[in-house]
């Protein structure tokens, strides 16, 4: 929910546990699996899931696929991610 003073209800982030910044310093690499796409100003835009929320990543021509671990949060309502982006890394803690 939003963390603003009026209480307004609307939800800034659907999946609060995905990370995002424009500044790579910040993402925890090696434990996560990363994407990212151009912004409109053509500054590129990070998003992350880390190894506690994925069971398993696997991929295919091109296409991530990202099953949720039981444990995460995210289990409640999804299952799978699947990433179609110009840019994904696998950091080498997560399962594939």
Avoid: C
Wanted: charged share 20%.
């Amino acid at each position: 929910m939003s963390d603003s003073p009026q209480g307004s209800g609307v939800v800034d982030k659907p999946f609060p546990e995905i990370g995002s910044s424009m500044d790579p310093a910040v993402i925890p690499w090696i434990d996560s699996v990363v994407w990212s796409e151009r912004s409109v100003a053509g500054r590129r835009v990070y998003e992350w899931l880390t190894k506690e929320h994925v069971r398993r990543v696997s991929w295919n021509q091109g296409v991530v696929s990202l099953e949720v671990a039981d444990a995460s949060f995210l289990a409640r309502d999804v299952m799978y991610f699947v990433i179609q982006a110009p840019f994904v890394a696998v950091g080498r803690n997560l399962p594939v």
